[in-house]
């Protein structure tokens, strides 16, 4: 079976949100790397043969929860004309929906490896974004090499991430991306209405 199979499949998209709602259960009280397959298999009331027909650690469940948050999102618009701050805000919408889950995967006591895979994936968007917006502009020149204006956007973002995790804090993508003094920081803010 394919994993794009297994992810279509009922049964194993029911065996993970078994695993996800164990994990939301476990984490506020657990950090990630002391639940067992065991401790998650019984809170989720799974048999661990189930589990490893899908998973081989409780870190490849989670890791299945993170990418869901960045391969599941979408733009709140769904044109093409959207902006890095409309997917920001819907990726901020869903972490603090999920702040739980979330932080118990990606905060102080989650796992470095999953961090680090969202940062790459917030700059690789940034990055998205900024090109076709330079490319809207005719190729204006944004005063620096694109890669790590990426960069800049990417990881601040994971910082309102992190301040939606950590605080609560209902962070607007807008707000945050204004008070970057870059000079290509518009590019990813939303168009004004009328413009």
Do not use: N
Not at 39 to 49: D, V
Not at 82 to 103: C, E, I, K, S
Not at 121 to 150: C, K, P
Not at 156 to 179: H, I, K, N, P, Q
């Amino acid at each position: 079976m394919t994993d794009e199979q297994a992810r279509v499949d009922p049964r194993t998209r029911r065996t993970l949100e078994a695993l996800t709602a164990a994990m939301a259960e476990l984490l506020p009280t657990t950090p990630l790397r002391q639940i067992s397959v065991a401790r998650l298999c019984r809170t989720a009331g799974i048999h661990r043969t189930t589990f490893y027909k899908h998973y081989d650690t409780v870190g490849e469940v989670a890791a299945v929860v993170v990418e869901d948050l960045t391969e599941g999102l979408s733009p709140t618009t769904g044109g093409s004309d959207d902006t890095f701050a409309q997917w920001l805000d819907a990726l901020l919408g869903y972490v603090g929906a999920r702040r739980v889950v979330l932080t118990g995967l990606l905060g102080p006591e989650g796992d470095p490896a999953l961090v680090r895979a969202l940062c790459d994936h917030l700059v690789d968007r940034a990055e998205d974004y900024l090109r076709a917006a330079v490319a809207r502009q005719g190729g204006e020149d944004v005063g620096t090499d694109l890669r790590t204006a990426a960069r800049v956007v990417g990881f601040a973002s994971y910082g309102a991430v992190e301040a939606t995790l950590a605080d609560g804090l209902e962070v607007r993508a807008d707000s945050y991306l204004a008070a970057l003094p870059m000079p290509w920081s518009d590019l990813l803010a939303p168009v004004p209405v009328g413009v």
